[in-house]
T-cell receptor, first 113, second 115 residues
Framework: GNSVTQMEGPVTLSEEAFLTINCTYT??????LFWYVQYPGEGLQLLLK?????DKGSNKGFEATYRKETTSFHLEKGSVQVSDSAVYFC????????????FGSGTRLSIRP | NAGVTQTPKFQVLKTGQSMTLQCAQD?????MYWYRQDPGMGLRLIYY???????DKGEVPNGYNVSRLNKREFSLRLESAAPSQTSVYFC??????????????FGDGTRLSIL
């Protein structure tokens, strides 16, 4: 079945550092891929998505590229801010209308001023 | 825009008590979902409703029941609460898509403690 594996946290960085959070997936066919962010005390919010191979999703300075050859969708940001401190979830959805979203276990990110 | 609204935000129950978590969405979405979030385990799907009038079990349905009251509302009921059901519960909704690429919109969660 479909599954998502993302790097375990917590990840602690200094402000303005470069961020990478790794995500790999297992799926049949061509799933859609997502990154969600969860700020303290809130629900998950969609950060970005990509629906086909080589697509790049981007939002708020974050980027992720759909790599079918390596089955990966790593999240990157060139210069993180304290306000980026949150939990990040990688997720995938199969191609059929009956497909549910499968979430990774989440990576907690903390940014030091 | 309210999006997805969950009530209550916090609840403490005693073992064996029952309660219903309410969820409503105002985006005219067809699909709705209930998840639980536990430390280190990400989100686990309890039940979902692909469209009004249908419900299906997810990954961890035992101890829960659901009702899709209408297109807007999807409730989760704990008939006899157990300490293992202490968790944060999230409701979500999404539109149906023929290619499964529609993201889910989440409420802010209900923090439930069972003593």
């Amino acid at each position: 079945g479909n599954s998502v594996t993302q790097m375990e946290g917590p990840v602690t960085l200094s402000e303005e550092a470069f961020l990478t959070i790794n995500c790999t997936y297992t799926a049949t066919g061509y799933p859609s891929l997502f990154w969600y962010v969860q700020y303290p005390g809130e629900g998950l919010q969609l950060l970005l998505k990509a629906t086909k191979a080589d697509d790049k999703g981007s939002n708020k300075g974050f980027e992720a590229t759909y790599r079918k050859e390596t089955t990966s969708f790593h999240l990157e940001k060139g210069s993180v801010q304290v306000s980026d401190s949150a939990v990040y979830f990688c997720a995938l959805s199969g191609r059929s209308s009956a497909s549910k979203i499968i979430f990774g276990s989440g990576t907690r990110l903390s940014i030091r001023p | 825009n309210a999006g997805v609204t969950q009530t209550p935000k916090f609840q403490v129950l005693k073992t064996g008590q029952s309660m219903t978590l309410q969820c409503a969405q105002d985006m005219n979405h067809n699909s709705m979902y209930w998840y639980r979030q536990d430390p280190g385990m990400g989100l686990r799907l309890i039940y979902y409703s692909a469209s009004e009038g249908t419900t299906d079990k997810g990954e961890v349905p035992n101890g829960y029941n659901v009702s899709r009251l209408n297109k807007r509302e999807f409730s989760l009921r704990l008939e006899s609460a157990a300490p293992s059901q202490t968790s944060v519960y999230f409701c979500a909704s999404s539109e149906i898509s023929t290619i499964g690429n529609q993201p889910q919109h989440f409420g802010d969660g209900t923090r439930l403690s069972i003593l």
